[in-house]
């Protein structure tokens, strides 16, 4: 297995529950979408499943191993195995594009050999040929704090196509991508899953490309897995369901009920 969970909660220090009962697990080279409306745990599930937060209850398992019960060289050996594209990148913005990728590969890589890298950046070739994965390869040497939204989004993609890990999390890798290089960034990382067996995992509010792009597809609602699902049998009812809890906008009358946001959503060919 590439992870299970089983039976997780979390609930924030401040008692805000963000996930309750969640068992999933996942083999390796799958590819998942994790769709579903605001706040409805999917960037504490990406967490749980990147070893950053460790759940309130239940049992968690990644790469065959149990994160929370390994001593610190283990855990840290473990989450260099796993790679992470942030809701929001924690790349300094001063950083230039080579090295920012680079460092994708900084949790494998000795002290010194780290150290060096930041210093003079060494693999051009490695970093170039991720940046040319999400078509910013000419913006090599420019400075983060440079590139636009979408370009510093893609920046952070290619760190982890770079990094190659085993489990591949991205929580909104496209929100800032229009939407033919959105399908870019997702193939790149899609073919990057079907190469090195990596099980990719990201969170999407764009329901057509979480079905163009992801044969399995879980739904998930006030911190509840609602379904999970082959993206063929993501019916829009279910989408209907899963967008209809928020705000309470599900209206007496169910079949002329309007969803702004799920049918916003929906590919034209389901509606
Ligand atoms: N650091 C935090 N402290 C307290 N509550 C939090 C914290 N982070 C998230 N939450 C709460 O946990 C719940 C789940 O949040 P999460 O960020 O996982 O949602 P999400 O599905 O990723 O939403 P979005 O689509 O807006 O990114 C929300 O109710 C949120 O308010
Ligand atoms: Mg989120």
Redesign the pocket.
Known sequence: MSFALEGVGLV?P?G?R?LEGVTLAARPGERIAFI?P???????LLRILGAALRPSEGRVTLLDQAPWQADARRLRALRARIGTVH?QPPIAPRLRAVTAVLSGRLGQWSTLRALGSLLRPGDLQGAHAALAQVGIEDRLFERCDRLSGGQFQRVAVARVLYQRPDLLLAD?PVSALDPTLADTTLRALAAQSEATGATLCA?L?AVDLALRWFPRVVG?QG?RVLFDLPAAEVTPERLSGLYAAEGGLRAADEDTAVMPMATAFIPSGCR
């Open positions: 924030h401040n805000q963000a579903g605001s706040g409805a745990g999917k960037t504490t809701q909104e969170s509010h998930l911190g």
